[in-house]
């Protein structure tokens, strides 16, 4: 009984030592090293070494080991297959070597050291081979069941450990890989202002989502964003790729929809297995309109400079790599007018959990309007709110500039004026026109037009009428009344001498006359007459 409860002590003992959650705090350097520490302690070995495998060499690289003298390195290499590691790599099985003399095939991690007794089991990752732990004593000795157990054990804790460095490694490369792909600021281009963002959707922070702007020799802009399927390093390599792939095939297509089926066969031939949402724009040198092709991703949304907010109506054909190649695409060409707004964005803006993605869609149509894209962009992220997306998110806002606006016409003049109030007003007008440097012969003809236009509004608008002086570059004087209207565009057309009559029709013809031009806006609820001065 007494060895019994002896025997069962020392099982305690040693699964307390290698599963003791102190061991969790360690970075993995220092746990890879406690850890060996504690298995020569549990087993009364002198070495301990894990080798960890590189999957493109097909060898093991020595990566921790104690008990071993100042000749052994860290990073010493050794061929699956070869030597007694290389062997347990092989087969994947532990393995037993009581007289380590009678072994012809050893590494130098073991021969000329006096070890005796050999004791190595596989390290596994994820259901793969991760690497190989073993330890040697350097007096002979016969490793049992247990021990093999509890080295397994050990390598269990040990691949755990290598595997969160492997993830932190292959979390900082793919970082480093996705921001050097997504600048921070996007460089400044002649007849457009734009904005972006990108919101990770997950804890590796990386994943495939990309946007891409580009000057093409021909002035064209290219303007890109698209979804690579998954997360993680690999999705962030495919993405590098097919970035870079789709600018060498923007160099040499003029229609996005050709370039992205090039990039579809990229996709099928050299990424098999991978899926791809993509849209691909093209804006020419004007800035005027906007040709794209979309494949399997969420369309973009227009607005216009009235605050018009639609889904861009572009047909969307099927992801990249999916079914067979596609040699046919679409594109679709729609107008880019002055202080238009463009969004472009990947699915994690719109989609959420236990969320229809209309409500997200709405919720997009909702928050857009033809404003800074920089300040579209802020607003859009906040509308994701405070739970965490599913997806990434990436989004590009483009806006084209417009000409500049017209400055307000600076006013002269701006009164009422009934039958008793036409010729102080018109006197008003005169004193205007001399102050505005117009000749004698050119300032009587506008006084006469406007004379006429106000009596005209007497006389047909109801008695009274409104008149508006305006004095940038040439004169404008507008006046407006509140009659019935009458059909203005038959009387501009008309270009014969209108015969009197007792309803009048001389004061606008002669008002025509003598002005520069005469702009007329009639409805029912009363008329507009513009006249410029002709000097």
């Known amino acids: 009984m007494i060895e019994a409860a002896t025997d ?50 097909r060898q093991l690289v020595a990566s921790a080991a104690t008990g071993l003298d100042e000749s052994f390195r860290l990073g010493a290499r050794v061929p699956v297959g070869r030597g007694f590691a290389g062997r347990i790599a092989r087969d994947r099985k532990p393995v037993i070597v009581d007289d380590a003399t009678e072994e ?45 157990r509890l080295l397994e054990m050990v390598a269990d804790r ?60 021909s002035g064209w802009l290219g303007v890109v964003v698209g979804d690579v399927s998954g997360h993680g390093l690999q999705s962030a390599v495919v993405m590098g790729r097919l970035r870079s792939a789709l600018r060498a095939y923007a160099l040499v297509c003029a229609d996005p929809a050709d370039a992205l089926v090039h990039l579809d066969a990229k996709v099928h031939h ?16 004007e800035r005027d309109s906007i040709h794209v092709s979309v494949a399997g991703h969420p369309r ?76 579209v962009c802020t607003a859009l992220m906040l509308s994701v709110g405070a739970e965490r997306p599913s997806d990434d998110t990436a989004l590009l806002a483009i806006r084209r500039i417009g000409p500049p606006p017209a ?13 008793a109030g036409v010729a102080s007003l018109r006197r008003r007008v005169a004193d205007a026109a001399e102050r505005h440097g117009m000749t ?54 008309r270009r014969e001498r209108p015969i009197p009559s007792s309803t009048g029709g001389m004061g606008l013809w002669i008002a025509q006359q003598t002005s520069h031009a005469l702009e007329i806006e009639s409805t029912p609820a009363g008329t507009l007459v513009r006249i410029t001065a002709a000097g």
């Open 407 to 419: 400055p307000e016409p600076r006013v002269l003049v701006d009164a009422a004026f009934d039958r």
């Open 104 to 148: 012809s095939d050893t590494s130098p991690l073991i021969r000329g050291r006096g070890i005796r007794s050999l004791l190595g089991v596989p390290i596994y990752g994820g259901g793969e081979l991760a690497g190989v732990l073993h330890v040697g004593s350097m007096r002979p000795r016969a490793f049992n069941a247990d021990d093999v």
């Open 300 to 375: 973009p949304v227009l607005v216009d400079a009235a605050g018009h907010v639609e889904l861009l109506r572009a047909p969307a054909d099927v992801p990249l790599g999916m079914g067979r190649p596609s040699t046919r695409r679409r594109t679709t060409v729609v107008d880019f007018p002055p202080g238009a707004l463009l969004v472009c964005y990947t699915d994690g803006l719109i989609e959420r959990r236990r969320e229809s993605i209309d409500v997200g869609l709405d919720r997009l149509r909702a928050t857009v309007w033809p404003g800074e894209p920089d300040e």
């Open 440 to 493: 004698e012969e050119a300032a009587d003809d506008f006084i006469a037009a406007v004379n006429e236009v106000m009596t005209n509004a007497i006389r047909h608008g109801g008695g009274t009428g409104m008149l508006r002086l305006l004095g940038d570059g040439r004169l404008v004087c507008e006046v407006r009344d509140h009659g019935g209207g009458f059909p203005a565009a038959d009387f501009l057309a």
């Open 8 to 57: 069962s002590d020392e099982r305690l003992r040693r699964l307390e030592a290698v599963t003791d959650a102190a061991l969790s705090h360690l970075d993995v350097d220092e746990l890879l090293a406690e850890l060996l520490e504690r298995i020569r302690d549990l087993l009364h070995v002198d070495t301990a070494v894990i080798l960890l495998l590189d999957p493109h060499a």
């Open 158 to 217: 040990a691949s755990v450990a290598t595997h969160t460095r492997a993830g932190t490694v292959d979390r900082d490369t793919a970082l480093a890989l996705q921001r050097s792909l997504l600048p921070t600021a996007l460089a400044e281009v002649p007849g457009v202002e734009m904005a972006a963002r990108y919101l990770p959707g997950h804890d590796s922070g990386v994943g495939g989502d990309w946007y891409d702007v580009f000057t093409l020799p």
């Open 270 to 285: 050299f990424e098999t297995g991978n899926l791809a949402t993509v849209l691909y724009a093209m804006i020419p040198p």
